[in-house]
C-alpha cells in the first residue's frame, strides 16, 4: 500500500494550487481519502475528505469555499487550494481509511498516510 502526495510547493498569496495523492495497492474505491494538514509548531489538522464511492465530501470550517476534495475514483484523490495565504503553509498529507466515511473524522483512525508535501506562501 502506497500513498504519494505531490503538487506542493512555493507559491505567492492568492494564488491556487492542486495536490494531488496517488495511491496504490489498494482500491480507491473501498476507501474514503482525508487530507490533513500540519504547520510548523502546530498539531495534524484535518481539511478535508471524500468517500468512496459515493464521492461525498466534507471540510474543515476554516478551509470551506476555498478547498476542493475530489478523485478520479481510480488511483488519485486531489485536493484544489485557491485564494491561498501564508496561514496555509503547512506539509499536507493525504491518508486512507476502509470503509466510507461521512465526515472529518480523527487522524488516528487512517489507516495508511503518505509522506506529505511541503506548501510554503508567501505573502
Known amino acids: 500500500v502506497q500513498l504519494v502526495e505531490s503538487g506542493g510547493g512555493l507559491v505567492q498569496a492568492g494564488r491556487s494550487l492542486r495536490l494531488s495523492c496517488a495511491t496504490s495497492?489498494?482500491?480507491?474505491?473501498?476507501?474514503?481519502i482525508g487530507w490533513f494538514r500540519q504547520a510548523p509548531g502546530k498539531e495534524r489538522e484535518g481539511v478535508a475528505i471524500?468517500?468512496?464511492?459515493?464521492?461525498?465530501t466534507d471540510y474543515a470550517e476554516s478551509v470551506k469555499g476555498r478547498f476542493i476534495v475530489s478523485s478520479d475514483r481510480a488511483r488519485t484523490a486531489y485536493l484544489q487550494i485557491n485564494s491561498l495565504s501564508p496561514e496555509d503553509t503547512a506539509i499536507y498529507y493525504c491518508?486512507?481509511?476502509?470503509?466510507?466515511?461521512?465526515?472529518?473524522?480523527?487522524?488516528?483512525?487512517?489507516?495508511?498516510w503518505g509522506q506529505g508535501t511541503q506548501v510554503t506562501v508567501s505573502s
Open positions: 471524500i468517500s468512496h464511492p459515493d464521492g461525498k
Open positions: 491518508a486512507a481509511i476502509r470503509g466510507q466515511i461521512v465526515n472529518m473524522i480523527p487522524a488516528r483512525l487512517y489507516d495508511y
Open positions: 495497492g489498494f482500491r480507491l474505491n473501498d476507501f474514503g
